[in-house]
């Protein structure tokens, strides 16, 4: 340690005097070449991290974000451009690539750890490292994307309808491209839809539950409906969030009237929550839906729109002794945030008033093929959505 | 006379190993480390001022 410091002494007497031995020409010539030779081969140091070969250097690119992004445009396409790993990770701003450089460093430690080293490790980490990269894209409007793709190089009347239509109005917004485009270039996550269970969940939870005649309920999930209560083979299926009323029971089985209205052209099937709206409460088969001991028939109208005539019908039916809610706000608050918390993973989800009920069946349509949705979530989603729009709203817009 | 050469000599030493000292290793690991450091403040400031904008 005293030798050590000796050693610096020395070092500064000399460094902090004029040089005798060395002329000022060999120190400053000196000096250049080695701040050129320094700054070429930093510079060349830090492309070589900025290559694929190097990002892929590591087992859990190579094997994960690699292979994904090889069935996707971004790797073949009939152009031949091709989108390399920092085209899209790293910022191209000399500031914001040291950033970036240096938040990478941290890759190093979980290298170290072996943070993700395995398949399974990857995948249980995958949604926390989309949504760092997701918010980064935020934050800047997607600025790596729009490095290639610029909304004012687009050809709008090149695109399908439906793209037109979206890229126009996204144009118009500057909005950022992974608003919508998320999982392009690798698989998305595995979102968790686990707000779904959650409603076979209270439904489970209520058996037992004894029943008030005369009392409104709400179904929870897709729920099977009978003609009487013994019955085995059912005659429809009330969809989740649709209200009934208890007016009789016998062993394990419900007695309900629904009200609700049906076209009155064709079979009548698909019964309706509302005039000339579709939300669906329930779908019955062809015997069903003709079956007049079934129902009363009630007020009769003719939409406008569609000239088709609708009918207010009110059918009696049996349902299994099972978990059914009586505040619909329950249902529905489960209901918003499964649609704030899926359908927010990939955009900025429209309020609910945005569209009017029958609007949203398409809307909604459109989008379930991106989500994994299970049938309970999905219409009580949709009904959530169709019951809140701007036909029930008071602040539509 | 013959000291004061070797002790001219031994200055004459000192000054070029100090001399690539501080060219090949010093000041480029200074560099390095500097701009790591630059990187390293951006990173933070993104975390506590938010990430970039465009």
């Given at each position: 340690?005293?030798?050590?410091?000796?050693?610096?002494?020395?070092?500064?007497?000399?460094?902090?005097?004029?040089?005798?031995?060395?002329?000022?020409?060999?120190?400053?010539?000196?000096?250049?070449?080695?701040?050129?030779?320094?700054?070429?081969?930093?510079?060349?140091?830090?492309?070589?991290?900025?290559?694929?070969?190097?990002?892929?250097?590591?087992?859990?690119m190579k094997e994960n974000n690699y292979e994904e992004i090889q069935s996707t445009i971004h790797w073949s396409n009939r152009s031949g451009v091709r989108a390399t790993c920092p085209d899209c990770h790293v910022p191209h701003k000399w500031s914001d690539k040291m950033a970036a450089k240096a938040r990478a460093s941290k890759d190093v430690f979980g290298w170290l750890l072996g943070t993700v080293n395995t398949k399974e490790k990857f995948e249980s980490k995958r949604l926390h490292l989309a949504q760092n990269e997701w918010a980064r894209f935020k934050a800047n409007g997607s600025l790596e994307c729009r490095n290639c793709h610029d909304y004012k190089s687009m050809d709008f009347t090149k695109m399908s309808e439906r793209a037109q239509v979206q890229m126009r109005k996204a144009a118009e917004r500057d909005q950022s491209c992974l608003d919508c485009h998320k999982g392009i270039a690798h698989q998305l996550p595995e979102m968790d839809t686990s707000a779904i269970s959650e409603l076979g969940k209270m439904a489970r939870n209520l058996e037992g539950h004894t029943f008030e005649i005369g009392k409104e309920y709400y179904s929870l999930v897709q729920t099977p409906l009978y003609k009487d209560e013994k019955e085995t083979e059912y005659l429809g299926v009330l969809t989740p969030a649709t209200k009934f009323k208890v007016i009789d029971e016998a062993g394990n089985r419900l007695k309900v009237e629904l009200v609700t209205w049906h076209k009155a052209k064709g079979y009548g099937r698909v019964l309706y929550f509302d005039f000339a709206k579709n939300i669906v409460q329930a779908t019955l088969s062809k015997e069903a839906s003709q079956d007049e001991s079934l129902f009363v028939r009630g007020d009769k109208r003719e939409d406008d729109l569609t000239g088709l005539p609708w009918e207010q019908v009110t059918f009696t039916l049996w349902v299994d002794k099972k978990g059914y809610e009586e505040s619909l706000q329950n249902i529905w608050d489960y209901a918003k945030d499964a649609y704030q918390t899926t359908c927010s993973v990939c955009h900025t989800q429209p309020a609910e008033a945005h569209f009017d009920a029958n609007t949203w069946v398409g809307m909604f349509a459109g989008m379930q093929g991106f989500v994994n949705l299970d049938g309970d979530t999905h219409d009580v989603i949709l009904k959530y959505l169709q019951n809140h729009s701007s036909d029930y709203s008071k602040d539509a817009h | 006379m013959k000291q004061q050469t070797n002790s001219t000599g031994i200055e004459k030493k000192g000054e070029w190993k100090l001399f690539i000292f501080l060219t090949v290793f010093l000041f480029p690991i200074l560099a390095t480390v500097s701009v790591f450091g630059y990187g390293f403040i951006m990173w933070m400031s993104n975390i506590i001022f938010g990430l970039p904008t465009h």
């Open positions: 340690m005293k030798k050590l410091f000796s050693m610096i002494a020395r070092f500064w007497r000399v460094f902090n005097k004029p040089s005798k031995h060395i002329s000022l020409g060999i120190v400053t010539c000196g000096a250049f070449l080695a701040g050129i030779i320094f700054w070429g081969g930093f510079n060349t140091a830090l492309e070589a991290t900025n290559t694929e070969a190097f990002c892929i250097s590591c087992h859990s | -």
